[in-house]
């Protein structure tokens, strides 16, 4: 089945040490999203990919970076995690292109977080 | 500013009634407006999309109204059951060009058996 992976499903960092999450799709969609979300909070978006292109939402902080490589992949890098930034972080992809241009979100699991 | 709310205070009710949800917003003109199902520890799944241009929209015993006079979507649980206990988000894109999606905080579901 055509899915959105994300590894880890649990990750503990060390404060201060840089983290890397991951995700990948089979779905071959165009936009590759980064929400965080806390508890009882809504997704709040970091950054997304349209193609190549990289769109930084303006209140994330520089301390989250990401790359896409390619198509199916894209990465969260948190150069030096703080404990505010332990939370669930959600990748997600769309394809506006798809008739009626949609852009309906195809999340990951998610990765949680914690920072010691 | 833009808004997005949602009933943050969790919805209790009896198995086999018909659950609605709410979803107000402010300072959008969206295009479409989705709603999302998310179950703890999970990613958000797609339910249903509604287009400005539509009143309703059904799916088996889902359905959404969208009222862009009143600036609110209610979403509808018909016949609801303990599986459908979960978080509801709705979220809303605005029209013109590429726009990004904004989700609500949402609002927990809970179906007493």
């Known amino acids: 089945d055509a899915m959105v992976i994300q590894n880890p499903r649990y990750q503990v960092t060390q404060f201060g040490k840089p983290v890397t999450l991951s995700c990948s799709q089979t779905l071959n969609h165009n936009v590759m999203y980064w929400y965080q979300q806390k508890s009882s909070q809504a997704p709040k978006l970091l950054f997304h990919y349209y193609d190549k292109d990289f769109n930084n939402e303006a209140d994330t902080p520089d301390n989250f970076q990401s790359r896409r490589p390619n198509t199916s992949f894209c990465f969260l890098d948190i150069r030096s995690p703080g404990l505010g930034d332990a939370a669930m972080y959600l990748c997600a992809t769309s394809d506006p292109r798809a008739p009626g241009g949609i852009d309906t979100q195809y999340f990951g699991p998610g990765t949680r977080l914690t920072v010691l | 500013s833009q808004k997005i709310e949602q009933n943050s205070e969790a919805l209790n009710i009896q198995e086999g009634k018909t659950a609605t949800l709410t979803c107000n917003y402010t300072n959008y003109s969206p295009a479409y407006l989705q709603w999302y199902r998310q179950d703890p520890g999970r990613g958000p799944v797609f339910l249903l999309l509604?287009?400005?241009?539509?009143k309703e929209k059904r799916k088996e015993r889902l359905k959404v109204t969208f009222d862009t006079t009143l600036k609110q979507s209610l979403f509808h649980i018909t016949a609801s059951q303990p599986a459908d206990s979960a978080t509801y988000l709705c979220a809303l894109q605005n029209s013109g060009g590429y726009q990004k999606v904004t989700f609500g905080i949402g609002t927990k579901l809970q179906v007493i058996p």
């Open positions: 509604i287009r400005e241009n539509e």
